[in-house]
């Protein structure tokens, strides 16, 4: 069964400290690994999709990589405005996405 | 663009009511998604569609639960009859043909479902 692992469950930084969240992955065949941002009361956001080991995708403050088993997604110098949950997800062939539980983000000014 | 549309924003019933969830996808999308969030399970697929046609409803929890999809721009997630363990935010979501299978959703915002 495909399993997808985030940690930790959650995390609260100062303003402008590092850090990164983690998600592992038991999916066979993954064909596409996929970071979503969703804020309280909203859907999930898309952010990245990464394909391959070794891939990496930056948007502002976020870098996303990706390994055989894990995917990381670094927070540089975070502001207020990154409090959120991220979520990750992963695919398998053409079939359906697990998601994980999330890794809900406090950045505090 | 509107973006994914859900109703009701908040539903509250009672044990063994009829609930109707309602959604219209993104203009043009033609995947259209059904998903269930709880704290414990996070998100859950229960459904999906191809082209108003369901491929895939393995994650469909039991019988009481059923998904139409009538046309392009509407869909409907139906539970006959309601339990409080049905309690959940339950999502839509759709992709475009331009997108593989899955890749890059558009979520609406939610339906939070509470059964008393």
């Known amino acids: 069964e495909d399993q997808v692992t985030q940690s930790p469950e959650a995390l609260r930084l100062q303003e402008g400290e590092s850090s990164s969240l983690n998600c592992s992955y038991t999916v066979s065949g993954l064909r596409g690994l996929f970071w979503y941002r969703q804020d309280p009361g909203k859907g999930p956001e898309f952010l990245f999709t990464?394909?391959?080991a070794g891939e990496e995708k930056e948007k502002e403050r976020l870098k996303a990589t990706l390994t055989k088993k894990e995917s990381f997604l670094h927070i540089t110098a975070p502001k207020p405005e990154d409090s959120a949950t991220y979520l990750c997800?992963?695919?398998?062939?053409?079939?359906?996405?697990?998601f994980g539980t999330g890794t809900k983000l406090q950045v505090i000014p | 663009d509107a973006g994914v549309i859900q109703s009701p924003r908040h539903e509250v019933t009672e044990m063994g009511q009829e609930v109707t969830l309602r959604c219209k996808p993104i203009s043009g999308h033609n995947s259209l998604f059904w998903y269930r969030q709880t704290m414990m399970r996070g998100l859950e697929l229960l459904i999906y569609f191809n082209n108003n046609v369901p491929i895939d409803d393995s994650g469909m929890p039991e019988d009481r639960f059923s998904a139409k999809m009538p046309n392009a721009s509407f869909s409907t997630l139906k539970i006959q009859p309601s339990e409080p363990r049905d309690s959940a935010v339950y999502f839509c979501?759709?992709?475009?043909?331009?997108?593989?299978?899955?890749?890059?959703?558009?979520f609406g915002s939610g339906t939070q479902l509470s059964v008393l």
């Open positions: 979501a759709s992709s475009s043909p331009q997108a593989a299978t899955n890749e890059k959703l558009f």
């Open positions: 990464l394909y391959s």
């Open positions: 997800a992963a695919q398998r062939g053409y079939q359906k996405v697990t």
